[in-house]
C-alpha cells in the first residue's frame, strides 16, 4: 500500500474512534503529500465539522468541491455548516445541489425542510419534509422536524399526528412527548397533553421545557399554584429568561402572592438575564434637540388579531404625523388582517420574527429611534431583552402586561391615577410611573361589531352573568362570590367564555367547585370555540350583567362587554392588575359599579339584576356613553399622550451630557 493510502486508512480508523485531532493530524499529512486528495479534502472538512469549526469546515468542503463537485453528500455537509454559521440561504442552495445530483437522498430534503422553516418559508419547509419523511419513513427526528414545521404553519392536526409517530419509532425520547404535549395544549385539548408531559419527565426528571409546559397547561386550567410551582422546577434545572417570564405572568394571577413578592421576582428577572446585557460602551451620538419631530419605535409580538391591537391602533392611527415618525418592530409570526391594517398607518415597519435581541437592538439604533415603546412586558414572546441593551435614549413599557419589567433600563411606565393610585403602587415598580390625565389606554372597537340588542332578561325571564376572561383569572375567590350571587337569584345562570374549557376535564372540575356552592350544573353555560370578533360579540346578546375577574381584572372583555351594552361589576383592589376594571369604569363615567371589598361586588351585582327597567335603560345607553367618553376617544387620547411624550422627550434632552456614554446610560427619573 502506498504511503499516502496508509496514512489515510490510519486516519480514518482513528476518525471512527472519535480520536479526531489525531485523525486531522492524518488527513493533513496525506494533503501534504497529496495537495489533490479529495477523501483526504472531505474527511478533514468532517473532523473540523465534528469539533464545531464550521468556517475550517467550509474552506476544506470548497477544496473538495473543486476536485469533484458530483458528490451529493459533500453539498449536503457543506449546508450544513452554512447552516450552522447562519449563512441559512446560501446553506438552501447547498441542500438543493445535493438534491439536484441525487433526488433520493432524504437528509438533503430533511435539512433543506429545516433551512427552509428557519427561513419562516413554511410552505417550502413543509413539502421538503414531507419528502423527506416518504424516503425515510422510519426516521423519527424527520417526523419531528416535519411536526414543528406543521405547528409552525397551525396545523395542528398533522403537527399531533407526526410526533404520535416520531413516539411510536422511538419510544423513549423525551422530546417527542413534550412537544406532543406542547401541540395538544395548543389545540386546547389539556386531559391530552397532560401525560405527554408526565412521561417527558419520567424519561428526564429535570426537563426543564416539559416543567414549563406542565406550568402553562396548569395555567390554562385555572391551577396558578401547580403552574407557579412547575414553572419553579423548570427554573431550578436550567434559568431560562421566558420560562422566568412565565413564573412573573403567573404570580399576577395569583391573590396569595403579595405585591411585595411580586416585585422582587421581578427584580430577581432582571438581574438574571437584563443587567449583563447593559451596555458598557458609548452609544452612538444622538441628536437632543427637544422639539424636533421624534422617531418613536413600537416593539411588539401582538401585531395581529391580539387583544393589544384594538388599544395600539388609535395612536398608529390618530397621531399627528408632525409630531413623529412611528416604526412598528413586529414579531409577528403568522401576519392576518389586522397586522395588515396596522402596517398601514405605520410610517416603517420592521419584521424582526425570527432575528435575535442583539440583531434587533442593533436594528433600533441604526434607526435612531429617540422613544422605544415595549407593548408585551412579560407575556409570550417578549423583547424586554432588546430593552435591556438600552438601544434608545427613552424607554416605556405601555399597555401589554399589567405590571413593572424590573428592567433598570426602562425608564417609564405609562398608566393613570385610578389603575395605579399616586404613592399606592409607585414602589412596586422599576420604572417612573407616566400618569396621564384620563385613561391610560384607549379601545379601538372592531368595525364589524354586532349592535346592542334588547335586555334578553326581559325575554328569558332571567338574569344571565357572564366573564369572558382567561379561565386562568377565574380565582376559587371569584368562584365563591359568583356562587353567593346565583343562590340569591335561583332563576339566574352564568355564561363564562375561554379556550380551556374545551377540555373536559376542566369543565368538570369548574362544574365541581359550583356544586359545591348548591349551583346546579345546567346554571353553568360554558363556551370554548375560536369565533370571529363579530360572533365573539353576539354571545353578549345573551348576558345581561358582566361579572370581572379578580386579582386579575379584565381588560379587552371588559370594554367589549360595555361596548356590548353590558354594564361590568368590578373589584378594585390595591395593585394595576387589580384595577384595570376600577379605571375602565371610572372613565366610562360608572363608579358605581366598582366594589371596594368582596361583600360590595356581590352586592352590586345583585342590585342591578333586581332592576330590570333600570338595567335595560343602562344597556340601550351604553354605547353611545362609551363613545363619548374617554375611553373611545381616540383624538383626546392621542393628544394626551403626545404632550406627555413631548414632555420625557425634554426632560431627556436637558439630562443630556457631553459625555454621551453617562447620558445615555443613566435612567431618568
Known sequence: MPPAAATLENALRLHRAGQLAAAAAQYQAVLKAQPANFDAWNLLGLVAQQSGDHTQALACFARAIALNARIATLHLQRGQSLRELGRTDEAVAAFSAAIALQPDLAEAHHQLGNARKNLRRYAEALISLRRAAQLAPDQPTIRLNLGVACLESDMLDEAVAQFREAIRLQPDQPDAHNILGHALLTQGNLSAARPCFIEALRLRPNYAAAHNNLGRLHRAQGRIADAIASYRAALAAQPHAPTHSNLLLALNYSPDVTPEEIFAEHRHWAALYAAPLRPTTPPPAHDFAPDRRLRIGLVSPDFDSHAVAFFIAPFLTDRRREFAEVICYSDVRTPDATTQRLRATADQWRDIAGRDDAQVAAQIREDRIDILFDLAGHTARNRLLVFARRPAPVQITWIGYPNTTGLDTMD??????????????????????????????CYRPPADSPPVSALPALTSGRITFGCFNNFAKITPAAIARWTQILGALPDSRLMLKSRGLT???????????????????????????????????????????????????????????????????????????????????????????????????????????????????????????????????????????????????????????????????????
Not at 385610578?418 to 407616566?434: A, N
Not at 361589576?569 to 375602565?584: D, E, F, K, P
Request: with cysteine.
Open 503 to 669: 377540555d373536559p376535564e376542566t369543565a368538570a372540575a369548574l362544574h365541581a367547585a359550583f356544586a359545591r356552592g348548591g349551583i346546579a350544573a345546567e346554571r353553568i353555560v360554558l363556551h370554548s370555540d375560536e369565533l370571529s370578533v363579530s360572533r365573539h360579540l353576539s354571545l353578549y346578546h345573551d348576558i345581561d350583567i358582566a361579572l370581572d375577574a379578580y386579582p386579575y381584572n379584565g381588560t379587552t372583555t371588559t370594554c367589549e362587554a360595555l361596548w356590548m351594552g353590558v354594564p361590568v361589576v368590578t373589584l378594585a383592589g390595591r395593585t394595576h392588575v387589580a384595577r384595570v376594571g376600577a379605571s375602565l369604569l371610572t372613565h366610562l363615567g360608572a363608579p358605581e359599579w366598582i366594589a371596594a371589598t368582596p361583600e360590595e361586588y356581590v352586592a352590586k351585582a345583585l342590585a342591578l339584576a333586581r332592576d330590570l327597567p333600570r338595567l335595560s335603560a343602562i344597556r340601550q345607553g351604553l354605547r353611545e356613553r362609551m363613545q363619548t367618553s374617554p375611553l373611545c376617544d381616540a383624538p383626546r387620547f392621542v393628544g394626551h399622550l403626545e404632550t406627555a411624550l413631548r414632555a420625557l422627550w425634554v426632560q431627556r434632552c436637558q439630562t443630556a451630557k457631553p459625555d454621551r456614554a453617562q447620558a445615555f446610560n443613566s435612567t431618568t427619573t
Open 412 to 441: 417609564y411606565r405609562l398608566t393613570d391615577a385610578v389603575s395605579d393610585p399616586v404613592g399606592q403602587t409607585d414602589g412596586w415598580h422599576s420604572e417612573k410611573l407616566v400618569r396621564l390625565p384620563e385613561t391610560f389606554s
